[in-house]
């Protein structure tokens, strides 16, 4: 299994209150990917990077930003947390070479 | 754009029998992979099977083949005698390696359950 961590795995949290989920992989990968699950919209992109520093948007970045300054992390911050934001968030990392994905275990984030 | 379509938010089949689930995705891309993404009930993606658009032959791993129609813009995905732990949600997805951005694009999955 290809190393990638995300931390927290479960987080409840209060409407308007600022949240950093971390991704951190062992792979030494160029890519990485934050995505959330909703139930009836399947995985949808909300940031991405290239390279340390180097970032982009994804379909439903509105809310959120990222970080990356090591090769090892990506972190995804929610500024002011709302009740939409509820949801499953996966980070994923692919090689340059690489054709497919891996996928973290999830954390599971909670708006209230 | 590029858009990944799923069709059937659920199926479900008989334990040992075959099903075959599909996947429809619309590109002007002529080089693009394709993938079948297994989601089990403890949350883990896991990859099952990818398909290189240049290559005619179909993919297989073990119980699991795919059915690649590039004319027809179709990727469905045949499991063969079907397990319990089969159950899963299977989300098919996209990826242009021209494109430059190493993005990918997912389907809104299909739930298959199992029936012993």
């Known amino acids: 299994d290809a190393g990638i961590t995300q931390s927290p795995r479960h987080k409840v949290t209060e409407t308007g209150t600022p949240v950093t989920l971390r991704c951190h992989q062992t792979?030494?990968?160029?890519?990485m990917y934050w995505y959330r699950q909703d139930p009836g919209h399947g995985l949808r992109l909300i940031h991405y990077?290239?390279?340390?520093?180097?970032?982009d948007k994804g379909e439903v970045s509105d809310g959120y930003s990222v970080s990356r300054s090591k090769t090892e992390d990506f972190l995804l911050t929610l500024e002011s947390a709302t009740s939409s934001q509820t949801s499953v968030y996966f980070c994923?990392?692919?090689?340059?070479?690489?054709?497919?994905?891996?996928f973290g275990p999830g954390t599971r984030l909670t708006v209230t | 754009a590029q858009t990944v379509t799923q069709s059937q938010p659920e199926m479900s089949v008989q334990e040992a029998e075959t099903v075959t689930l599909s996947c429809t995705y619309d590109?002007?891309?002529?080089?693009?992979?394709l993938f079948w993404y297994k989601q089990p009930p403890s949350r883990q993606m896991i990859l099952v099977i990818r398909?290189?658009?240049?290559?005619?032959q179909n993919a297989t791993e073990n119980r699991f083949s795919v059915n690649f129609q590039k004319a027809a813009k179709s990727f469905s995905l045949k499991i063969s005698d079907s397990q319990l732990g089969d159950a899963a949600m299977y989300f098919c997805?996209?990826?242009?390696?021209?494109?430059?951005?190493?993005?990918?694009?997912f389907g809104t999955g299909t739930r298959l359950k199992v029936l012993a």
């Open positions: 990077s290239y390279g340390v520093k180097d970032t």
């Open positions: 997805a996209y990826r242009n390696p021209t494109s430059g951005t190493y993005k990918y694009i």
């Open positions: 792979e030494n990968h160029r890519y």
């Open positions: 398909q290189e658009a240049y290559k005619q």
């Open positions: 590109t002007s891309e002529s080089d693009y992979y």
């Open positions: 994923a990392i692919a090689g340059t070479s690489g054709y497919e994905q891996y």
